[in-house]
């Protein structure tokens, strides 16, 4: 009688006592895992206050300008060249863009391609003394845009035009090679009155500079088109902005000049590498008839040392910096050398080792490449609002 | 009543021993847990770093990179034409030798047709084939037209290994107990390891050609298990930091993925600088890449690689 007693009482222990300890085991491991998770939480907080103050250490904030305060380098690369250029041709990059844009693509800017410019000032209507934006005092919008344009290039000449020797302006959808472009320059002087991009040849004779695809004007150009507006010789005519900044530039003296490279191809690109490298615009299309030097659709589209592109989105900009400065091919001597600019001390000897033979010649004509039987859906990106023949802007 | 409480408290000592003893069991069984851990025990060859080859000479780096030379075994389709195309006029040019294997002829372009529909059966004639004609080539990269390849990191990454060495590498993974190099990414051999895997496709229970016979393994697996009778083992291609080279996904992809995951980092948390391969790229943004790799650059920013490999002739895009 005494045993289903024992025996109830002896189970009732089992079950308490393996409950108990299951109950304390997972528990030690739930604590266990908060450790290392809040281990490497921990890390992940100090890694990422790391790379702020690394952040920190690369630019020097004064006021809205960023100044660099080194310029890229790559781990096992020889950037004498590199350096030279960049102490020897300062550019200031302004970049055009909207407080509703920081987020989603400014920022992408400020990560890539910006941090090659010497100073970069992001300009903005209103502004935000975090990212830093300038504030410009406009209202935001297509018809904005010269006014944008206006105010921000009168504001880089009143706080830094002793700061740098060209002055750059890209849209916050442009992919700028700022290395490239000091080699475009490295042969002009910034006293010259001269401004590059992509040239059009419609609305002003010598031609204007697609907005979109960047375009930079030298010390001597930004003083006469400030000067322009001092003696109303230059005015807020319209709002395209690039076909006025053109008719500015021509009534004030500055040239339009040809930044093709030493083959006659392309630098600054209005749309992006796919499109130039593998669309085939129709004849119909605005951009056959307003391009001022001869088009070139395939490989030919584009210069090695290619300066900009545009209609770049956000994770773009990131594929294009890993294109341009980390993805090679280890140890491929390039076709094409450019001509080291004048007066340089690193010469090309540098990159050209263990040539055997001379360059081939290239064709640089403006002939269009074999064609493929692909028919493709040639409309680029439209950007909102981009209506060609009527009036073309960024 | 003493007695009551005695076998109480013995029940629950014998409760508590009796989770312990059965939860410790189930540590030991090999969890989903632990798997992914293990990942880190398979083989992985490694590209030589920069400081690796500054102890050899000029001339041995000559040598090497004169003797490191790429035979491409390209799998193609009629039904996938315009990838067969794009890899004809892009990065195959970059091989010492690219030869299309095709399932059928097609009009348009040129191949070694294998006729024969089966997969795993057109692989097998294909490294048969190369094998036969490789002349004095030594290394093999089996590829999709899918696939984007940059051979010359290719050459890099086995430049210091002897192809009279089994090799198979790329990026590996494992299926259970098998470890296999995925086909999308695509397949190095050496020399030695294609022999290998030509004498045993001659065994039909171990290599057999119509493949296992209740289901269908993929041909990488099914090329796994051949090479594993020769002892032949997948490894993971990786650059000097343990950075994967083979990419069964797109760069786009992986560049979303990154700025999701290293936002503050997201072309070095990337992709190697000296990749491979990617796959799943549209044939516009394979010639996007091939520009990309080929020719743009940044003026000045010069890279003193110790070996030289010479573009093609005759080629306008790289």
């Not at chain 1, 406009?138 to 344009?149: A, C, H, I, S, V």
């Not at chain 1, 490989?299 to 209609?311: A, I, K, M, Q, T």
């Amino acid at each position: 009688m005494k045993a289903p007693k024992y025996q109830f009482s002896f189970y009732a222990g089992f079950l308490v006592g393996t409950i108990t300890l299951y109950v304390f085991l997972r528990q030690v491991r739930f604590e266990s895992t908060l450790l290392s998770q809040h281990g490497t939480n921990l890390n992940k907080v100090s890694d990422d206050q790391e790379q702020l103050e690394k952040e920190i250490k690369k630019w020097r904030k004064e006021g809205s300008a960023l100044f660099n305060l080194e310029h890229p380098h790559h781990p096992g690369e020889d950037g004498r060249m590199a350096d030279e250029l960049y102490k020897k041709v300062r550019i200031l990059c302004w970049v055009m863009t909207a407080p509703k844009n920081l987020e989603k693509k400014t920022r992408h800017v400020k990560s890539t391609w910006s941090r090659h410019c010497n100073i970069v000032i992001f300009m903005s209507s209103v502004e935000d003394p975090d990212f830093p934006t300038v504030g410009l005092g406009t209202k935001e919008g297509r018809d904005q845009l010269y006014w944008k344009t206006i105010k921000a290039f009168h504001y880089v000449y009143e706080h830094h035009i002793n700061e740098a020797d060209w002055f750059l302006k890209a849209d916050d959808d442009t992919y700028v090679i700022v290395d490239n472009l000091r080699l475009v320059l490295a042969n002009h002087t910034p006293e010259e009155p001269v401004y590059f991009g992509r040239r059009f040849k419609p609305y002003v004779k010598q031609g204007y500079m697609s907005g979109g695809a960047g375009y930079v004007l030298s010390k001597e150009a930004l003083r006469r088109f400030v000067g322009g507006f001092k003696t109303n010789v230059c005015t807020h005519a319209s709002s395209t902005e690039d076909v006025e900044m053109g008719r500015c530039m021509e009534k004030v003296g500055v040239l339009a000049g040809d930044s093709r490279d030493s083959m006659q191809r392309e630098r600054f690109h209005p749309f992006v590498p796919e499109q130039h490298l593998t669309h085939k615009f129709p004849k119909s299309f605005w951009y056959w008839s307003y391009c001022y030097h001869p088009i070139s659709e395939g490989p030919n589209c584009c210069s090695d040392l290619s300066v900009s592109f545009h209609y770049v989105g956000a994770s773009q900009m990131y594929l294009m910096e890993y294109y341009t400065y980390h993805l090679r091919a280890f140890g491929y001597n390039y076709h094409y050398q450019p001509p080291a600019p004048l007066g340089y001390g690193i010469e090309k000897s540098v990159e050209v080792k263990n040539r055997p033979a001379p360059q081939k010649n290239r064709r640089g004509d403006g002939e269009d490449q074999s064609r493929t039987d692909k028919r493709q859906n040639a409309d680029p990106p439209q950007a909102a609002g981009k209506d060609p023949p009527a009036a073309p802007s960024g | 009543m003493f007695s009551e409480g005695g076998s109480f408290v013995k029940g629950m000592l014998l409760g508590g021993l009796f989770c312990l003893v059965v939860s410790l069991l189930a540590s030991f069984s090999p969890s989903t847990e632990s798997g992914s851990e293990d990942h880190h025990n398979h083989h992985h060859v490694k590209a030589a770093s920069k400081d690796e080859l500054t102890h050899l000479s000029d001339s041995h780096i000559k040598e090497l990179s004169n003797q490191v030379r790429v035979y491409c075994v390209i799998m193609v389709q009629p039904k996938i034409l315009v990838y067969w195309a794009t890899a004809a006029e892009t990065w195959s040019k970059h091989c010492d030798k690219a030869v299309f294997y095709t399932s059928e002829q097609s009009k348009a372009l040129e191949a070694v047709d294998l006729n024969e529909k089966d997969e795993w059966a057109r692989l097998r004639k294909a490294l048969k084939h190369a094998y036969d004609n490789a002349g004095d080539l030594r290394w093999f990269f089996v590829a999709q037209p899918t696939t984007f390849a940059i051979i010359e990191n290719l050459k890099y990454l086995v430049l210091t290994k002897d192809p009279s060495q089994p090799f198979y590498l790329g990026n590996a993974m494992k299926s259970g107990e098998l470890e296999y190099v995925a086909y999308d990414s695509g397949i190095a051999l050496s020399y030695e390891a294609l022999r290998r895997l030509v004498n045993i496709f001659q065994d039909e229970d171990k290599c057999p050609e119509r493949g296992r016979a209740l289901w269908k393994l993929s041909e990488d697996k099914q090329l796994a298990a051949c090479l594993k009778y020769t002892g032949v083992f997948a490894e993971n291609g990786e650059d000097a930091h343990g950075k994967g080279l083979f990419n069964s996904k797109s760069v786009e992809t992986l560049i979303k993925d990154s700025m999701s995951d290293n936002p503050n980092n997201v072309v070095e948390g990337c992709c190697s600088d000296m990749a491979v391969t990617f796959n799943g790229m549209s044939p516009s943004q394979m010639h996007v890449m091939m520009f990309g790799v080929y020719r743009l650059r940044p003026y000045g920013h010069n890279f003193l690689d110790s070996l030289v490999f010479l573009p093609p002739e005759g080629s306008e895009n790289d």
